[in-house]
């Protein structure tokens, strides 16, 4: 969830490029599978995480582009700052 939403945060972008953006994001670590993918979207999508931006036919074949919304990107900020508290508690307790 956290590198579809900071994914997003950008602009709109349909599910491959979502999940291309995930894998250069993660430095290669995470490289999500279309059905996990398409899961995480959905459930987000029903949470009003991100909305639909707008939809194309390439190829033959309907695209979907997602957008981050306010809570959205309310939420993925939430997530980055607790991740450098947490991270900067560790970083000192080592350091101590």
Same mark, same amino acid.
């Given at each position: 969830?956290? +590198? /579809? $939403?900071?994914?997003? $945060? !950008?602009?709109? $972008?349909?599910?491959? @490029?979502? &999940? !291309? *953006?995930?894998? =250069?994001?993660s430095?290669?670590? %995470? !490289?999500? &599978? %279309? ?15 991100? *909305? %639909?931006?707008?939809?194309? %036919?390439v ?6 582009? +997602?957008?981050?919304? =306010? =809570?959205?990107?309310?939420? /993925? ?7 450098? @508290? @947490? *991270?900067?508690?560790? $970083?000192?307790?080592? @350091?101590?």
């Amino acid at each position: 969830m956290y +590198f /579809v $939403l900071t994914a997003l $945060l !950008k602009g709109p $972008l349909h599910g491959h @490029a979502i &999940s !291309k *953006a995930i894998q =250069d994001l993660s430095g290669g670590r %995470v !490289k999500p &599978s %279309v059905g996990t993918l398409y899961g995480i979207l959905e459930r987000l999508n029903e949470r009003g995480v991100i *909305a %639909v931006d707008r939809e194309e %036919v390439v190829n033959g074949r309907n695209r979907r582009y +997602f957008r981050i919304t =306010d =809570d959205g990107q309310g939420i /993925v900020e939430a997530e980055a700052r607790r991740m450098r @508290a @947490a *991270a900067a508690l560790v $970083l000192r307790e080592a @350091a101590g």
